[in-house]
Each structure stands twice: as C-alpha cells, then as structure tokens.
C-alpha cells in the first residue's frame, strides 16, 4: 500500500500469486484429509482463507497499489461489522451442550 | 455559474467515481457473504448431527478443480485490464472473452454438480441421508448466491467486452467490471473451505 498511487505489477507478479493461491487451497485440501479435529480444521482452513484473501485485494484487485486512505476508508468498517456477528457464537455452542448435554 | 462552482475537488482516494462506487458495492456485499456464512456456521456449530455428505470424489475434486477455474480466470482478466489499459483492444476483448468463458465452464461445473446433488434427493428442505434438512438450505443459499454473483459477472464482461471493442467503453471499464470479478474469486476462498472442506467426510 502507498500514500499515492504506484505502478503496476507485471504479469510474471500475478502468475507467482496464481501459483501461491493455487498452492494455498492444495494445502487447505491436505489439512482436510490429515483429519483434524473440527475445531483445529476450521481455524487452519480460515487462516488460510484469511490470508488468500488478503493476497487478492493486494494484488489481484490492487490495493496495495492504491492510496493508503481508500484502504483505511474500505476494509476496517468491514471488519469490525464481520467481528460484530461473532455475538451468535455463543448461542450456537449453547445450543449444541443443550443436544449434547453439559 | 462561477468558474470557481465549475472546479471539480480532485477525488482524495485518486480513482474514478466508478471504481470507487464498485469498492463500496463491494464491501456491502462482503457484508452480506459475511452474514450468510456466519449464519450457516450458526446452524453447523448448533446442530450435532450434522451431515458431512462430501467424499473426495467427485465433489471435492471437482469443487478444486472450479477453484482452479475461477483463479485462473481473475488472472485472465488481469491480462485483460492490463492490455485494455496499454490500449490493446483487440488483446483486451480477447482475454475478456477467455475469462467470460472461465466463468461460463465453472457455472457448469456448479450446475453439473448441483443436478447430481438433487438426483441423490437433496433440495433446500430434504436430506437424503436424514440429517438436518439445514444442510441443504445452507449449501444451496450461500453456492446459490455465489452462482448468481458469477453469472452476473459473466453477463457484464461480455457487455463489456462488446462496448470496448466498439469503443463506447474505456479501460476504466474494464478495471471497474475487473475488480467485481476479483471479488467472486475472493468470496469462494471461504466458500470453497467453510462449504465444501468443512463438509468433507
């Protein structure tokens, strides 16, 4: 990310970051099948998702490229609404001891 | 009118309005992809018996194989925006074409594997293997929403496409269609975990 908008990446860019992503979801696959526990699962595979994520709006989608301010005027604000909806978890687990009993 | 009214305030962001109201239409329907994931992992988390109806084959194998397919397509359109922006138009509409049929070939792939899914009896309110009917509803909502987002966008590259080789459209365009398409990849590396992994036996 810079204060001002930067060049471009150059195609050799985005095929490394083609390859990086397309290794990131072989690895998603190959934790799946190593059958962790659904709790150790779900936080690797969204780690991994949070970091694919990450490297799509750098560069696939130039934000990095762009100025600082359209960064911090965008993704905060989404973040904090997706942490907002982490309330419901409690609930979910409650119902879940509920089935299963304390 | 004075001259001094008529001074457009050079945009603090250094992007066209276009691109700008895409970043916002964006972010509203990250929100939204948001919401509906967090919901189905409110009803996975809450239901214990939960069905984990997807072996390696085919589904998973082909879920990889439409992550492939739309990955390969944002770099398509990649080369597209860059040749568009180089002013390569034919080079330009030629890698649009080729990302429209990306995301023509995982529409396919989607649906090919949403008829196998209903001809085992699964729909939005009936579980083959009598589990939570919730299963269905989920998958079929969040993949559902995702497919429209997919479809939508290969309606508008071919719009697109067809205007900027006509000239009505500019390279603007095509980067404002190129960062929509950027986002349907971006929402199916949590579809593809949280949807099809997570649900793997």
Redesign the interface.
């Known amino acids: 990310m810079t204060t001002e908008s930067a060049s471009r990446p150059t195609t050799r860019t985005y095929l490394v970051v083609w390859v990086a992503m397309l290794a990131i979801v072989a690895v998603e696959i190959a934790v799946t099948y190593a059958h962790p526990s659904p709790g150790r699962q779900l936080a690797a595979l969204l780690s991994l998702a949070v970091i694919e994520a990450a490297i799509a709006l750098a560069y696939f989608m130039h934000l990095r490229y762009e100025r600082a301010v359209l960064f911090w005027s965008l993704i905060p604000g989404v973040v904090f609404a997706l942490l907002m909806l982490d309330q419901i978890w409690p609930d979910a687990l409650r119902l879940i001891t509920m089935h299963h009993g304390p | 009118m004075s001259q001094a009214a008529l001074t457009l305030e050079p945009s603090?962001?250094?992007?066209q309005s276009k691109k700008l109201a895409m970043?916002?239409f964006i972010?509203a329907d990250?929100?939204t992809f948001?919401?509906i994931l967090?919901g189905y992992?409110?009803?996975r988390?809450?239901?214990?018996d939960w069905s984990r109806p997807f072996a390696?084959t085919p589904t998973?194998v082909n879920a990889?194989i439409m992550?492939?397919v739309l990955?390969?397509s944002?770099?398509t359109m990649?080369?597209a925006v860059?040749a568009a922006?180089a002013g390569r138009t034919a080079s330009g509409v030629r890698w649009l074409g080729v990302t429209a049929l990306l995301g023509t070939l995982f529409a396919g792939l989607h649906l090919r594997e949403w008829f196998a899914m209903f001809h085992e009896g699964w729909s939005v309110s009936h579980n083959p293997l009598n589990g939570p009917v919730q299963f269905g509803a989920t998958f079929f909502g969040i993949t559902g929403l995702h497919l429209l987002h997919v479809i939508t966008g290969v309606v508008a590259i071919l719009v697109i496409a067809a205007g900027f080789r006509r000239g009505r459209f500019t390279a603007a365009h095509v980067e404002t269609t190129g960062?929509y398409w950027?986002?349907v990849?971006?929402v199916w590396?949590?579809v593809?975990?949280?949807v099809y992994?997570?649900n793997?036996r």
């Open positions: 603090p962001f250094g992007i970043w916002l972010m990250a929100a948001g919401a967090f992992g409110y009803l988390v809450g239901t214990p390696l998973i990889a992550t492939f990955l390969s944002s770099v990649l080369l860059a922006q960062l950027h986002f990849d971006l590396m949590f593809f975990p949280m992994l997570m793997a």
